[in-house]
Structures are given as structure tokens and as C-alpha cells.
């Protein structure tokens, strides 16, 4: 059975001008030890699907699922204060930036041994020598030292390393990153992801990783879910994401990236016309298909479901379903 399992999730924030739909009828699952990423440009729901999960959403959002289950726990008919006794302990966040998430009044070490005493009933010493543990773990130095120090007394790599820790330090069994790396410098992100590469294996967990960057999925994805316009648009393993794409979408995404020794010096990059649709009020048909070169005109009137075209690899498209997408190339999407 799948340690977090998601059905037809949907998040509602009503407007001024209307409801606003950020999350609509996305669907997927994590299994033991597996790492998730959910890929998509700014503003496809990522962010949003992740803080539904953890019921973290602005107190305008409702959030609704056929089924939101956590190692067998249904987290829809959770109270709050019942939501609190696993986020921290059994599931834990990497939020984006963490100079915002550390609190800048506290030491790192009141902070990181705040979630272990709520959780492990344990003596302070006990709750200090794990903090301590966890920094060395996650390569910092001096461990002790950093536990008396404050969030603006360290680097942005440092402290992205503190939030780590921070997140490991109950034991989770998923853990959901949201874009913990992207400010960060391409060395010292290219740190972080093999140090969480590092730390799932040796800790046993399951991740999902939200992100827009596809070089990041590439080097640590085993299953990846492509979202745009709120939905799951595609999903499947990463090697049939990447060599197989079949989602005009997620084509597009790829067709941006250079490539090296086949990618010019100079030369225009690939890129995805138009912008995203107005996510404000009912919606029909295929969110895409305005930017999309292979557009029916059934993309309009049709609710696209999400289908198998293989084992594990579902796509919310029609052209899949007559095998038409077969015969097409990245660089026709581009």
C-alpha cells in the first residue's frame, strides 16, 4: 500500500470576482522510500497541492478529496490538533526559503529541538545532543556552536542545511520539499540535493520534491507528476517521462532545456507561447490547449481524464489515446 495516497484533491479560495480553482482533481501516489517530484512553471498549484497535504492552506482555502490517506490515516477527517501530531513527527516540510521559515528571534537550536520535545517527551539534553547529531549529519561544522547562533548569522547554504536537520529531527517517514533549492547558488545546490539523495537513502524515507527545474528531477526523481493549470497533466517513471514524453506539455518543458554539444552557443532557446489560463471560475476542456500546436477542436468541450498510455504512466491528453502522439518530436512543441 502507498504511504501517501491522493485522489481528486481540489483547493477552492473564493474571490472578489469569483472562486479561484489552484488545485483541480490532482491524483497520485508515494510508496515507501520513493521520491515524487511535482514539476510545473510558476504558479500550476505545486506549492498549493503540498500545503493541501499538510492542511497548511490560507484560512480563505478549502480544500476537498475522495481520498487523502497518510500511512493509512485518512487526513481529511483530521482535526487540526490531530494534524499536529504528525507534521513534524511522521511528515515534515522543507519550505523554499528558509531565512523566512527559521524564526529570526530564536536560536537554531531552540527551534530544532522545539518539534522533538512536543513529539518525544523527552529531557532538553536528550532533544540537544539529536540537534546536534543531525548538523554534523547534514555537513555542518561546529554543530554546537551553530545551536547558539541565530538564522542571520548564517549563510543561505547553511541554513538551508539547518532546515534539513530541522526536518529530520522526529524521523519522518515523507518529506515534502518545496523547492529547497532554488536560491540558492548551483554549487551549493548541487550540495543539498546529493546530501537529501544522501539522507533518504539512510534514513529509509519517501519525498516529494516540488520543483521547476528538470535538471533537478532528472538526478533524483523516481516518479515524477508534470502539473499545469492546477492539474496532474502527466505521470509516470522518470525514465518514461524524459525518454518517452507524451503530454504536449511536458514536451514543451523539455524542449526548453539546452543540451550539451547539441544546443549552440547563442542559439534560441525553446519556449512554450501564450500564458497560462485564468483559473478563476469554471472550466472546460483541456487547460492547454490554447498554447498547444496539435489542439482539436474536441480540447475545448472535452473534460480530459487522466489515461494509461503504459504501465505506470498515465497522461491527461486525447491525442495519446489514438497513438497519434507517437509520431511526434520535442522540438515540434518547442
Request: proline share 6%.
Amino acid at each position: 500500500m502507498p504511504l501517501l495516497q491522493i485522489e481528486n484533491l481540489n483547493v477552492r479560495i473564493p474571490l472578489g470576482t469569483g472562486v479561484l480553482h489552484p488545485v483541480r482533481d490532482v491524483s497520485f501516489s508515494v510508496g515507501q522510500g520513493e521520491t515524487l517530484c511535482i514539476v510545473g512553471e510558476s504558479g500550476c498549484g505545486k506549492s498549493l497541492t503540498s500545503l493541501a497535504i499538510t492542511n497548511l492552506l490560507p484560512k480563505a482555502a478549502q480544500r476537498s478529496a475522495k481520498q487523502l490517506t497518510f500511512d493509512g490515516v485518512d487526513l481529511m477527517a483530521l482535526r487540526q490538533a490531530a494534524m499536529s501530531d504528525i507534521l513534524g513527527n511522521d511528515m515534515a516540510v522543507i519550505f523554499q526559503e528558509p531565512m523566512t521559515s527559521l524564526n529570526p528571534v530564536y536560536t537554531i537550536g531552540n527551534q530544532m529541538e522545539e518539534a522533538f520535545l512536543r513529539h518525544r517527551k523527552v529531557p532538553r539534553a536528550r532533544a540537544t545532543e539529536r540537534a546536534v547529531y543531525l548538523l554534523e549529519k547534514v555537513g555542518i561544522t561546529a554543530a554546537g556552536q551553530r545551536l547558539r547562533q541565530y538564522p542571520h548569522q548564517l549563510s543561505g547554504g547553511l541554513r538551508q542545511r539547518v532546515m534539513i536537520a530541522m526536518a529530520l529531527m522526529c524521523g519522518p517517514k515523507l518529506i515534502i520539499a518545496d523547492e529547497p533549492t532554488t536560491a540558492l547558488d548551483v554549487t551549493i545546490q548541487a550540495e543539498i540535493l546529493h546530501l537529501l539523495a544522501g539522507l533518504k537513502r539512510e534514513f529509509g524515507m519517501s519525498m516529494i520534491f516540488v520543483t521547476h527545474d528538470l535538471g533537478v528531477v532528472a538526478r533524483i526523481a523516481d516518479r515524477v507528476a508534470v502539473m499545469y493549470a492546477g492539474q496532474v497533466v502527466e505521470t509516470g517513471d522518470a525514465e518514461d517521462i524524459f525518454v518517452r514524453p507524451s503530454h504536449p506539455y511536458t514536451r514543451g518543458l523539455l524542449g526548453c532545456i539546452p543540451i550539451p554539444g547539441r544546443t549552440k552557443p547563442g542559439a534560441h532557446l525553446g519556449s512554450i507561447p501564450g500564458i497560462v489560463p485564468n483559473l478563476i471560475g469554471a472550466m472546460r476542456g483541456c487547460s492547454f490547449r490554447d498554447r498547444c500546436g496539435h489542439a482539436m477542436a474536441e480540447c475545448e468541450v472535452t473534460d480530459v481524464a487522466l489515461a494509461a498510455v503504459g504501465p505506470e504512466h498515465q497522461v491527461r491528453c486525447l491525442l495519446p489515446r489514438d497513438g497519434s502522439m507517437e509520431t511526434l518530436a520535442v522540438e515540434e512543441i518547442a
